[in-house]
């Protein structure tokens, strides 16, 4: 998982210590989110570990929000490349 999120910050941002750029932020949660739906197919009761995924699906709902707002062609760049459903 680690690998992935390296590869994943330097894919969306301009240098590997950028990790605040919301793309980047976005795209992590994206893996996170993917990553766990995995999980949940294995272990339907890890009730708790859905509330977590519940809420990294609202802050990346509210991030796209967010970028939607601040500059609508990113916004579309990162819809396509993630290949969300918006």
């Not at 699906?57 to 459903?85: A, F, G, P, T």
């Amino acid at each position: 998982m680690k690998k992935n999120n390296q590869i994943t910050i330097l894919k969306y941002s301009t240098n590997k210590t950028n990790t605040g750029k919301t793309e980047v932020q976005i795209a992590l949660l994206t893996d996170q989110i993917n990553y766990l739906k995995k999980h949940f197919n294995l272990h339907k009761k890890d009730f708790s570990g859905k509330k977590g995924l519940l809420n990294m699906v609202s802050k990346r709902k509210k991030l796209l929000h967010y970028l939607k707002d601040s500059d609508l062609n990113r916004y579309i760049k990162i819809i396509s490349q993630l290949s969300l459903r918006r």
